[in-house]
C-alpha cells in the first residue's frame, strides 16, 4: 500500500465516521447488523420523534451511552491523534461520529458534527450552551430541566436538522490541500459533498474503508481495508 505523503505545505482535513469506531465494538449505521436496522430513524432520531416521545428517544441515546463510555479507541484513532500532534494547527478533523473515542485518543483540533453522547442541551434552544450529561437515563421522569423549564434533549443532531459548525467546516475545507476520509457511507448531507468542495479547489482526496462509498466517484484515491489496520503507518510527514 502507498504512503500517503504530506508534505510542508500541505494541510490536513479528515472526516470520519461511524466506521472508525466499528473495530472498538460500536456499530455502524447502515450495515445489515447496524443501528438503522433495529431501530426506526423516525421514532428515535428526528424532531417529531422528540415531540411525541421523548422517552424513547432519550433511551436510544442512553444505550448508545452505555455502549459508548465502555468502548476504547482503536489504532485508527490514536493514528489520526498521533499525525495531528506532528502536524499541529496543519491538521483539523471533522468527525460525524457522537461517540468521543477521538478525544479519548489525544484528538484536540476538531469538531462533532452531528452533536456529542456525552453533551445535553435545552430543547428550546433558549441560548444556554449544551452542558457536560453522561447519564445512563432509564426513565424520562429522570431527566433533568433546564433553568428555563425546557427538557434537556440529546446533543444530537436529528435527522431534518442542520449539523453543527458548518461554516467553520467550510473554512477549514478552503484552507486544506488534502482532504482524508475514513468510514463514512456518503450516504448523509453535507458531510458526503465535503469531498468536493475539497476537490473544486484541486485538493488530494484519498478514502480509507473497507468498501466503496456512494461517492466514490469524487474521490483520487480509495484504499480498501479496515481503518484500524490502514491508517498505522500510513502518513509519511516531511
Ligand atoms: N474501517 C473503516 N470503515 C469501516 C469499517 C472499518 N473497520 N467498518 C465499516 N466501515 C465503513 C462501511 O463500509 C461504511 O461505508 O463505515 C461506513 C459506515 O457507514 P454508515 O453506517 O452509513 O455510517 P456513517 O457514514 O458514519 O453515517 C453518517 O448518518 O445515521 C446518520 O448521523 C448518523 O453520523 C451518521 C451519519
Same mark, same amino acid.
Given at each position: 500500500m502507498s504512503k500517503i505523503i504530506i508534505e510542508p505545505k500541505d494541510r490536513v482535513f479528515v472526516l470520519t465516521g461511524a466506521g472508525i469506531s466499528a473495530e472498538s465494538g460500536l456499530p455502524t449505521f447502515?450495515?445489515?447488523?447496524?443501528l438503522w436496522a433495529g431501530h426506526s430513524v423516525e421514532e428515535v432520531c428526528t424532531a417529531d420523534a422528540w415531540v411525541r416521545n421523548p422517552e424513547k428517544v432519550w433511551l436510544f441515546y442512553a444505550e448508545r451511552r452505555a455502549a459508548g463510555f465502555k468502548a476504547k479507541p482503536n489504532p485508527a484513532h490514536t493514528a489520526l491523534a498521533e499525525l495531528e500532534a506532528r502536524l499541529g494547527d496543519r491538521f483539523f478533523l471533522c468527525t460525524?461520529?457522537?461517540?468521543?473515542l477521538h478525544e479519548a485518543a +489525544?484528538?484536540?483540533?476538531? %469538531?462533532h458534527m452531528h452533536g456529542q453522547l456525552d453533551r445535553a442541551r435545552c430543547e428550546n434552544e433558549c441560548g444556554r450552551p449544551p452542558v457536560v450529561d453522561n447519564t445512563v437515563y432509564t426513565?424520562?421522569?429522570e431527566v433533568p430541566r433546564c433553568a428555563c423549564g425546557g427538557r434537556l434533549r440529546p446533543h444530537i443532531v436529528f435527522f431534518g436538522e442542520m449539523p453543527l459548525e458548518v461554516e467553520f467546516i467550510e473554512e477549514k475545507i478552503a484552507a486544506s490541500t488534502v482532504m482524508v476520509v475514513i +468510514?463514512?457511507?456518503?450516504? %448523509?448531507y453535507p458531510a458526503a459533498g465535503f469531498v468536493n468542495w475539497a476537490q473544486r479547489q484541486g485538493a488530494r482526496t484519498v478514502y480509507i474503508g473497507p468498501e466503496r462509498p456512494l461517492n466514490a466517484s469524487s474521490f483520487t484515491e480509495i484504499v480498501l481495508g479496515k481503518a484500524g489496520q490502514v491508517l498505522p503507518g500510513l502518513f509519511e510527514v516531511q
Open positions: 447502515r450495515a445489515e447488523d447496524g460525524q461520529n457522537v461517540d468521543t +489525544g484528538s484536540k483540533r476538531l %469538531v426513565t424520562l421522569a +468510514g463514512t457511507s456518503g450516504s %448523509v
